[in-house]
């Protein structure tokens, strides 16, 4: 099993960027999958996630980037996006790619490495 982000990098404020999350070793399209962030000094935390296949693409967002991020996948490819709009410097994290679970009741078992977003004002 293995999910790779890319994408991450430094922008300005009001600024945009795009992550990818590339899947592989398992069926990817069985599973919700999500993205979260961790600030420095600051705990892991949920920024949105998309339904696994068959669920019509369910989406969930945390309440500090709804109307600014929005999560979207293709399972043809086994990748999972997040788009990143108006961001602002508290968006400063890092964000993993998760996935592994087919119910919202907690992060799944499968984790990325990461990708750095830093956003200056």
């Known amino acids: 099993v293995q999910l790779v982000e890319s994408g991450g990098g430094l922008v300005q404020s009001g600024g945009s960027l795009r992550l990818s999350c590339a899947a592989s070793?398992?069926?990817?399209?069985?599973?919700?999958t999500n993205w979260y962030r961790q600030a420095p000094g600051k705990e892991r935390e949920l920024v949105a996630g998309?339904?696994?296949?068959?669920?019509?693409?369910?989406?969930r967002y945390a309440d500090p980037v709804k109307g600014r991020f929005t999560i979207s996948r293709d399972n043809a490819v086994n990748l999972v996006y997040l788009q990143m709009n108006y961001l602002k410097p508290e968006d400063t994290a890092v964000y993993y790619c998760n996935t592994g679970r087919a119910d919202w009741v907690t992060a799944g078992p499968y984790w990325g490495q990461g990708t750095q977003v830093t956003v200056s004002s």
């Open positions: 070793g398992f069926t990817f399209s069985s599973y919700h």
């Open positions: 998309i339904s696994r296949l068959g669920l019509g693409r369910t989406t």
